[in-house]
């Protein structure tokens, strides 16, 4: 399709390739802000599916009249990938609650996902208390109490989770790394207003591909759009001027919200200046069975 374009900039006739994931959506709260953004920042950080374990991130801020307990707090997202099934998912989810958000003080953890399917945490997490925890009902909500040095730890027993996208990618090529950079904090600004969305990478610099020369260490970089690499390779996919791309990963909690958060990126960043053409991840089908076209999307 010719002239496919969003203003000035050009975009790319390909799609997107996503697949299905497994996630849990939680609300966390904490006294103060300080705590809440440690806290929700520490149990989304260190992306890590494509290494076999999960990824997080932040859907959203909420107020104090909008959480439980009355506090401050975020709604975030635990990501596993599908094919490794709900244990997967669980432990993955234990284990970012406990070393990121249990050990941050004053933290409380809610369900946030209405779902029939449901993860009871007292396994892995509750019983951190070392059979001292108590099931309790707080804030109309069936808990977990569990005693830590600094007071107590309260998570809600049951954790809801579904099935999702992961992995709608959008493409920004840039002439300059402030151009760059600039289109990504726009574009992860956007994907923050849609519900359901996160961006577990915000503006990525390193875009893995399928194929790599070290099976063993898992994906690396993607050569062909390596502006470094333009003039020493034969198959090299940067056009002229362009210095940097950076990559918005997207996960949601639907295929319509994955595209809706890949639509509103491509409008957030399409403005700024230096921005000359949009792309996305295209692996010939060998990643996902989803495929997201973009002229579907502008």
Request: proline share 4%; aromatic share 8%.
């Amino acid at each position: 399709m010719a002239g496919l374009k969003v203003g000035q900039i050009e975009i790319e006739d390909t799609y997107s390739e996503a697949f299905d994931g497994l996630f849990s959506r939680i609300l966390i709260t904490a006294d103060n802000d300080k705590l809440l953004r440690k806290a929700t920042f520490g149990s989304t950080t260190l992306p890590s599916t494509v290494l076999g374990e999960s990824e997080g991130g932040i859907e959203k801020w909420l107020s104090e009249g909008e959480t439980p307990d009355g506090r401050k707090g975020a709604i975030v997202q635990i990501w596993a990938n599908y094919g490794r099934g709900i244990s997967k998912l669980e432990y993955e989810l234990a284990k970012r609650i406990r070393q990121g958000i249990l050990v941050v003080p004053t933290t409380r953890v809610f369900n946030a996902l209405e779902s029939d399917d449901r993860i009871d945490i007292m396994n892995r997490v509750g019983h951190c208390g070392d059979g001292y925890e108590s099931v309790e009902e707080e804030f109309g909500r069936e808990v977990v109490n569990i005693p830590i040095m600094m007071g107590e730890f309260i998570i809600e027993r049951q954790l809801g989770y579904g099935k999702g996208v992961m992995g709608g990618t959008v493409w920004f090529f840039c002439e300059t790394q402030d151009a760059a950079l600039g289109a990504g904090d726009r574009a992860v600004e956007a994907v923050g207003r849609i519900d359901g969305a996160i961006t577990p990478f915000d503006a990525c610099s390193a875009g893995s591909k399928v194929e790599t020369k070290y099976p063993e260490i898992g994906p690396t970089t993607n050569h062909p759009y390596c502006p470094t690499l333009k003039d020493k390779i034969p198959d090299s996919k940067v056009p002229e001027g362009v210095t940097s791309i950076p990559e918005i990963v997207i996960n949601g909690t639907t295929i319509d919200v994955v595209k809706e958060a890949m639509r509103t990126a491509i409008q957030g960043a399409a403005g700024v200046e230096g921005v000359v053409k949009i792309s996305t991840g295209n692996y010939g089908g060998r990643l996902g069975k989803h495929k997201i076209w973009l002229r579907d999307l502008v």
